[in-house]
């Protein structure tokens, strides 16, 4: 028998378990196009856990052994670390990166550092650009670019909540079809693969997205994580500080400044959070796991999935935060 799978998350649609994914309710299994999770996530904005484990290296394989089709890796520009460098070169296929959500980066980032930046510490290859879903930025000279290419299997992927899913809804609205697939703030939104074809040239495959076992919503609700992420162009906030002041950030994160120099950091985060700078006296978070660090100078802190810290003079740090595998430091990107 041929199964049957759900339009928004790939799921093969069942009746028997309704906390497995691609449940829905006998009485609607002729006629449902989803499952009832993604009905949810559409309709009622409900986020549920997925019960299924993503099996990374099981997608990379199948993919690679496809080896006339190409893959498109989005990266989130916030959350470009060592696991997006240690995924991006599993895939041996010709690939392209696309650095998502431009619209919510300062202006102040250069699209072209940026890309530069990829080029010299993720993966050295001309096909890198800059992309927005939301603004439809890109979007038009990418896919002039795979044509001119020949590209007839494309897949997408990259880390959950890169925003693969936006970016095929956005192709399928440009070309006057319906946006089918299921989008969500929270992880782990498409079940399985999900293969449209656009035209009689190219088909385009959605794809499961990566946990990265070191980013934030591994570790805190997901009620939370849907607050933290910007939805619009991030104003950056710049504190200068003092030796022995802190600057604090919800309920996630306090950076104290252990050098008896003043040193400047400006968070490339949501800036709707709250920040406090706080001196010694102030205990505020001092209760969370506990590191110390220590900088050069051009320095980002990356927090994963947070975003980064940009510190510009060479400095030594304290850091209370929710998990410690969340902080990594590299070259500032910027
Ligand atoms: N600001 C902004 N947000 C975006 C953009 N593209 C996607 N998003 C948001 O990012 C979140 C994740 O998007 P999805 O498309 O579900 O991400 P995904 O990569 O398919 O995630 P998985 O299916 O879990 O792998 C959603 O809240 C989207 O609205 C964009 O271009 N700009
Ligand atoms: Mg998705």
Same mark, same amino acid.
């Given at each position: 028998?041929?199964?049957? /799978?759900c339009l928004g998350c790939g799921s093969?649609?069942?009746?028997?378990?309704?906390?497995?994914?691609?449940?829905?309710?006998?009485?609607?299994? =002729?006629?449902?196009?989803y499952?009832?999770r993604c009905?949810?996530i559409m309709?009622?904005?409900?986020?549920?856990?997925l019960? &299924?484990?993503i $099996?990374? $290296?099981?997608?990379?394989?199948?993919?690679?052994?496809?080896?006339?089709?190409? @893959?498109a890796?989005l @990266?989130d520009?916030?959350?470009?670390?060592?696991?997006?460098?240690?995924?991006?070169?599993?895939?041996?296929?010709? !690939?392209?990166?696309l650095?998502t959500k431009?619209?919510?980066?300062? &202006?102040?980032? +250069?699209?072209?550092?940026? *890309?530069?930046?990829?080029?010299?510490?993720?993966? $050295?290859?001309?096909?890198? %650009?800059?992309?927005?879903s939301v603004?439809?930025?890109?979007?038009?000279?990418?896919? /002039?670019?795979?044509?001119?290419?020949?590209?007839?299997?494309?897949y997408i992927v990259g880390f959950t909540n890169s925003g693969k899913s936006t970016f095929i809804n956005h192709i399928l609205t440009?070309?006057?079809?319906k946006p089918v697939i299921t989008t969500s703030s929270v992880p782990n939104t498409t079940a399985s693969y999900i293969a449209i074809?656009?035209?009689? +040239?190219?088909?385009i495959v959605d794809t499961p997205g990566?946990? =990265?076992?070191?980013?934030?919503?591994?570790?805190?609700?997901?009620? /939370?994580?849907?607050?933290?992420?910007?939805?619009?162009?991030?104003?950056?906030?710049?504190?200068?500080? /003092?030796?022995?002041?802190?600057?604090?950030?919800?309920?996630?994160?306090?950076?104290?400044?252990?050098? =008896?120099?003043?040193?400047?950091?400006?968070?490339? %985060?949501? $800036?709707?959070?709250?920040?406090?700078?706080?001196?010694? !006296?102030?205990? &505020?978070?001092?209760?969370?796991?506990? %590191?110390? *660090?220590?900088?050069?100078?051009?320095?980002?802190?990356? *927090?994963?999935?947070?975003?980064?810290?940009?510190?510009?003079?060479?400095? +030594?740090?304290?850091?209370? *935060?929710? =998990?410690?595998?969340?902080?990594?430091?590299? &070259?500032? %990107?910027?």
């Amino acid at each position: 028998m041929n199964k049957k /799978k759900c339009l928004g998350c790939g799921s093969v649609l069942q009746s028997d378990n309704a906390s497995k994914d691609g449940f829905v309710k006998l009485s609607i299994y =002729d006629k449902a196009e989803y499952c009832e999770r993604c009905f949810k996530i559409m309709h009622y904005g409900e986020y549920s856990v997925l019960d &299924k484990k993503i $099996d990374a $290296d099981g997608i990379i394989r199948n993919i690679n052994s496809d080896n006339i089709s190409s @893959v498109a890796f989005l @990266v989130d520009a916030l959350n470009i670390n060592e696991n997006t460098k240690k995924y991006i070169n599993k895939f041996k296929n010709r !690939k392209y990166i696309l650095v998502t959500k431009k619209d919510v980066l300062p &202006k102040s980032i +250069k699209e072209k550092k940026l *890309i530069e930046y990829i080029r010299n510490n993720v993966c $050295d290859t001309e096909n890198i %650009m800059c992309i927005s879903s939301v603004k439809n930025y890109n979007i038009d000279n990418f896919l /002039k670019r795979i044509e001119k290419d020949n590209v007839r299997r494309l897949y997408i992927v990259g880390f959950t909540n890169s925003g693969k899913s936006t970016f095929i809804n956005h192709i399928l609205t440009s070309q006057l079809k319906k946006p089918v697939i299921t989008t969500s703030s929270v992880p782990n939104t498409t079940a399985s693969y999900i293969a449209i074809k656009l035209n009689s +040239k190219l088909t385009i495959v959605d794809t499961p997205g990566f946990i =990265d076992e070191k980013a934030i919503y591994n570790f805190v609700d997901y009620n /939370k994580i849907i607050k933290y992420y910007p939805k619009k162009e991030i104003k950056v906030k710049t504190f200068q500080v /003092k030796s022995g002041y802190s600057v604090v950030i919800n309920d996630i994160l306090r950076i104290e400044n252990l050098s =008896d120099k003043s040193n400047s950091l400006s968070f490339y %985060m949501n $800036d709707r959070l709250r920040y406090e700078k706080l001196n010694n !006296k102030n205990s &505020k978070l001092k209760y969370l796991n506990k %590191m110390e *660090i220590e900088v050069e100078e051009e320095s980002d802190i990356l *927090i994963n999935g947070l975003g980064f810290i940009r510190v510009t003079k060479p400095g +030594k740090f304290e850091i209370n *935060i929710i =998990d410690t595998k969340l902080v990594s430091v590299r &070259k500032s %990107m910027i």
